[in-house]
């Protein structure tokens, strides 16, 4: 039962990788922007820490931080694309 659990949570997390990178590709997005939609104190949704721990994610410099883009990086356009 525990490897159920956790092969569904597995897959549940993946899928929201994908909904994240998706949703980042559609336009340039601020990290404000992906703050307030993709924070979560839930420590099982890392969504947002896991996209920038795998470099599926750059964040520019030279704004403020709130202000800097935020777009996807070369391994997390594959990524994307291997669905």
Not at 31 to 42: L, N, P, Q
Not at 46 to 73: C, H, N, Y
Request: aromatic share 8%.
């Amino acid at each position: 039962m525990n490897a159920m659990n956790s092969e569904t949570q597995h897959d549940a997390v993946h899928g929201l990788m994908r909904q994240f990178l998706d949703w980042l590709n559609t336009q340039p997005r601020t990290y404000g922007e992906v703050m307030d939609a993709w924070r979560t104190s839930c420590p099982r949704l890392t969504v947002w820490e896991d996209a920038v721990a795998q470099g599926f994610v750059k964040i520019e410099t030279g704004k403020p931080m709130r202000e800097a883009l935020v777009s996807l990086t070369p391994t997390g356009a594959a990524q994307l694309e291997n669905r």
